[in-house]
């Protein structure tokens, strides 16, 4: 766990499937509406997650995957304002891990917040063996892609396409595979 200001970040535990519709209320306003420079409505319809995507990360958590909150304590009471899923890269590299669900409450970005939850997350990926860290990053998102750049992500090389072509907006958008080593 981590603490900066009134900021905590922390791994989830089965406690919080409290949080499960807060959760999914950050995630789709960072990813699905115009209220934060990191949406990515533009390119495709829909929401980013639901309930169930947030309950089975709960409740996987340490198995599947590694699920991480972001809190802003007020009056002692938490208030979630941040998300990010670690998931083992299935197919690749050994000790690879990949960074889902990252999002920051649109209140909340340019404060530093996606930052500390990134670096908290990697060291966190280290501690647990990973000997990198990947992301998928729309290509045309060049602000976020050079965020990410600047934190130490470079591209591989790799560009995939969407998985759900239905819901793009823009067809033939692809994501770029960055990848910071440990």
């Known amino acids: 766990m981590t603490a900066q200001d009134n900021i905590i970040i922390r791994e989830v535990t ?6 499960v519709k807060e959760a999914v209320a950050v995630v789709n306003s960072a990813y699905s509406t115009n209220e ?10 829909g929401d980013r997650a639901g309930d169930e995507e947030l309950e089975k990360s709960i409740r996987e958590n340490g198995v599947s995957c590694r699920l991480l909150f972001a809190f802003d304590v007020i009056d002692e009471k938490e208030k979630l304002i941040g998300t990010l899923r670690v998931d083992p890269v299935i197919s ?14 649109p209140a909340y970005q340019s404060r530093g917040v996606g930052g500390r939850l990134v670096r908290f997350a ?6 647990l063996g990973y000997t990198a860290c990947v992301m998928r990053v729309f290509e045309a998102r060049t602000v976020l892609l ?5 934190m130490g992500f470079a591209e591989t090389g790799e560009r995939i396409e969407f998985h759900d ?15 910071k080593s440990f």
Request: aromatic share 14%.
């Open 146 to 150: 050079n965020w990410y750049k600047k």
């Open 92 to 105: 690749g590299e050994k000790g690879h891990g990949e960074i889902r669900l990252f999002s920051i409450a």
């Open 165 to 179: 072509q239905e819901r793009l907006k823009v067809k033939g958008t692809t994501f770029i595979t960055l990848q």
């Open 36 to 45: 934060g420079w990191t949406s990515e409505e533009e390119f495709y319809k």
């Open 122 to 127: 990697l060291t966190h990926m280290q501690e």
């Open 14 to 19: 089965i406690d919080d499937l409290k949080y």
